[in-house]
């Protein structure tokens, strides 16, 4: 016999719960996303490949990819530094800066770009410094990198802190009595524990980072084919109401989140298959 | 937690002092560099001409009528995004059924989709030029280009906030409790009021807490949806946008300092529930 649909359960409201849940996700969710197929859809297979494949396009998403890639792996390695730290050393401050972590999440990403940009633009503190060193920060794909380094940053480090709380420190110590220096503990038996996690957040962080608009339009300059991001393109062709070309690249950048997600599902599954479940 | 005022020697499962300072040096330098110095920055521009031109700048009608159009939103799309989390986290923690795991999927997906597609979608959909838009502008409802379009793309990327939150913790509760309720005679709704809604209601500020600050502060989508009209559909972040744009500096950075006001409260508030409330929240965020 077929496994039913649903299990009868005596619990009450399937029909409200169920009935809230599938209309709102329509609504809000799956019948825009829909909308976004049909359009290109409607414009076909061939307008969408001719939208995609000009140089600006590729430019903004080859320069979007690239410098996320390049963030999240900073912050991969920042973040496994940070909730190493805030789990394992004690210093004064802890607390504050363990707090400051989702920072990033909660403020609003015009409200980081603006003061990022303030800060490492030629003129602000941090950028009249780099200056007399000869860089410009703000207004180049420096700045860009930057700003996705925010964004991105309490990702790997919420992800990998609880996998270090759970870790038995007598695993350790085994290992430190069987001979292993510190390092070699650290390299054989805390980094592969931590690298299922790691690798969710980096995923997390890069999925984030590639999507970005807010933080990153201010510092960013907007110059086309060099400091120009895919989700300001789309901006740009809504501003010239010009539907299919704004839906192709829609649909790109869509296409690429999916596989990101596919990725993250993928690297839970095997972590899930490597370690248990954590 | 270490010990160390108890011992002289170092453990074998420590590092070094020396890689320790370092360790600790790089992070509180670059929590500095990249989050307090941003932080610190919309306060000083904020105030770079004195408290006065900062507060006259906030009484300014448009930036008013932005903070009046952003609180509006928050006020319709979370307790509607809440009422969704609910609604979703009972039908997936509550039965059994096929493609659970992949309605689990679609509710994350706005996480993973760039603000400003899920504005395009949004436009897309209700937009005048779409079939729905079209007829709801020809009844004189428009959706873009106003405050309903403004709520759905708002709502869609704070979509899994509160499903999220809650679906960990009433896994980790099981039903017994709403079992022995039901078989004590209670209806349905009691149930829920009595027995359910108690048991997560702090999991559930967490999530409404968290999906709020997204809510006010989201501009990628609702720059999209918006139109930008100055008065009428500019919220706080994109009147921080076009202010900053037009160099009123001050301006622009007063009312960001409302916004980060927000962000700080909010934090505070959340780091109180991972330490009060910890054994009732999911385990991932708890200390």
Redesign the interface.
């Known amino acids: 016999m077929p496994?039913p649909?649903?299990?009868r359960?005596?619990?009450?409201?399937?029909g409200?719960?169920?009935?809230?849940?599938l209309t709102?996700?329509s609504l809000?969710?799956?019948?825009?996303?829909?909308?976004?197929l049909?359009?290109g859809a409607s414009y076909g297979l061939d307008g969408l490949w001719a939208t995609v494949n000009r140089e600006r396009v590729w430019a903004a998403l080859e320069l979007s990819f690239r410098l996320s890639f390049f963030a999240a792996l900073f912050n991969l390695v920042?973040g496994v530094?940070?909730a190493?730290?805030?789990v394992?050393?004690?210093?004064p401050?802890r607390r504050l800066?363990?707090?400051?972590?989702?920072?990033?999440?909660?403020?609003?990403?015009?409200?980081?770009g603006?003061?990022?940009t303030?800060?490492y633009a030629p003129n602000g503190?941090?950028g009249a410094l780099a200056k007399d060193f000869g860089l410009k920060i703000a207004y180049t794909q420096g700045g860009i990198f930057?700003a996705l380094?925010?964004v991105g940053?309490p990702f790997v480090t919420?992800t990998v802190q609880?996998v270090i709380e759970e870790i038995d420190?007598e695993v350790?110590?085994a290992s430190?009595?069987l001979g292993a220096t510190?390092f070699t503990?650290l390299r054989r038996i805390i980094a592969p524990m931590l690298l299922p996690a790691a690798l969710t957040g980096f995923a997390l962080s890069l999925?984030r980072a590639?999507?970005?608009?807010?933080s990153v339009i201010?510092i960013a300059g907007n110059i086309p084919l060099k400091t120009e991001i895919a989700?300001?393109l789309?901006?740009i062709q809504?501003e010239e109401f010009n539907?299919d070309g704004?839906?192709a690249i829609?649909i790109a950048?869509?296409a690429i989140?999916?596989a990101?997600?596919l990725a993250?599902?993928l690297i839970q599954i095997w972590s899930r298959r490597r370690i248990g479940d954590v | 937690m270490s010990d160390a005022a108890e011992r002289n020697w170092r453990s074998a499962t420590d590092e070094t002092p020396l890689v320790r300072g370092l360790l600790i040096l790089a992070a509180v330098a670059g929590m500095a560099l990249l989050v307090a110095a941003p932080l610190l920055t919309v306060f000083v521009e904020a105030l770079a001409k004195g408290w006065f031109a900062a507060l006259k700048s906030l009484g300014n009608p448009d930036a008013l009528s932005a903070i009046r159009l952003t609180l509006m939103i928050a006020a319709l799309s979370v307790p509607l995004n809440a009422v969704f989390g609910i609604a979703a986290a009972w039908f997936i923690t509550r039965f059994e059924f096929r493609g659970k795991a992949f309605l689990i999927t679609l509710i994350d997906l706005p996480f993973s989709v760039s603000p400003v597609v899920a504005g395009l979608c949004i436009v897309l959909m209700f937009g005048a030029n779409s079939a729905i838009g079209g007829w709801l502008v020809a009844q004189g409802y428009p959706i873009v280009f106003a405050l309903p379009g403004i709520v759905l793309a708002t709502m869609f990327v704070t979509f899994p906030f509160v499903a999220r939150e809650l679906i960990p913790v009433m896994i980790e509760q099981g039903c017994q409790e709403e079992e022995a309720a039901l078989t004590l005679g209670a209806s349905g709704w009691r149930v829920f009021t009595t027995v359910t809604l108690p048991k997560i209601r702090w999991a559930l500020l967490y999530g409404v807490l968290l999906c709020n600050a997204r809510a006010m502060g989201e501009f990628g989508a609702v720059a999209v949806v918006s139109g930008k009209i100055r008065g009428q559909t500019a919220t706080m972040p994109i009147t921080i946008e076009m202010l900053y744009n037009e160099y009123l500096s001050v301006a622009a950075f007063s009312l960001a300092g409302l916004l980060t006001a927000l962000a700080l409260v909010t934090l505070l508030l959340k780091t109180v529930l991972e330490l009060r409330h910890a054994d009732e929240i999911a385990a991932t965020h708890r200390h």
């Open positions: 496994r649909l649903i299990n359960s005596p619990m009450p409201g399937l409200l719960s169920m009935g809230i849940t709102m996700l809000v969710v799956l019948g825009p996303i829909g909308a976004l049909a359009q920042f530094v940070l190493w730290v805030l394992r050393y004690d210093f401050g800066v363990d707090a400051a972590v989702d920072l990033p999440f909660a403020l609003p990403t015009a409200v980081a603006i003061a990022l303030t800060l503190v941090f930057l380094i925010f940053l919420r609880p420190r350790e110590e430190a009595t510190r503990t999925a590639v999507g970005e608009y807010g201010f989700p300001l789309i901006v809504l539907y704004a839906a829609g950048m869509l989140s999916f990101m997600l993250i599902n």
